[in-house]
């Protein structure tokens, strides 16, 4: 199992930008693909961005498309978010999840190990 921990939330004026780092406990952190969530007061969680283990394959929600992007650093064991131009909307709670990168798709079907989230707060 795979343990992580995020960092980097804060609180930021819209159009400003923050960068989430997931830093990974693992020894097999290559066998994973990782995730990026969020989940905002009354709403559900939502699946932002997903990145393999190989870092070729990525995925974004639409409504981050050209704002939010994500990396890896393998030797780190970290992945990063770096949200641009953030808007209201994006205030939540994020999570990083990690599940075992065994397919074609940036996201695996199921991710086994969470992050205890950050809070990511926009303000106008």
């Known amino acids: 199992e795979v343990q992580l921990v995020e960092s980097g939330g804060g609180l930021v004026q819209a159009a400003g930008s923050l960068r989430l780092s997931c830093v990974a406990s693992a020894s097999t952190f290559e066998d994973y693909a990782i995730g990026w969530f969020r989940q905002a007061p009354g709403k559900e969680r939502e699946g932002v961005s997903c990145?393999?283990?190989?870092?070729?394959?990525?995925w974004y929600t639409n409504s981050v498309k050209g704002r939010f992007f994500i990396s890896s650093d393998s030797p780190k064991k970290t992945v990063y978010l770096q949200m641009n131009n953030l808007r209201l909307e994006d205030t939540a709670i994020y999570y990083c999840?990690?599940?075992?990168?065994?397919?074609?798709?940036?996201?695996?079907?199921?991710?086994?190990?969470w992050g205890q989230g950050t809070q990511v707060t926009v303000t106008s």
């Open positions: 990145i393999k283990r190989s870092g070729d394959g990525i």
């Open positions: 999840a990690a599940g075992l990168d065994r397919g074609v798709l940036p996201c695996p079907p199921k991710f086994d190990s």
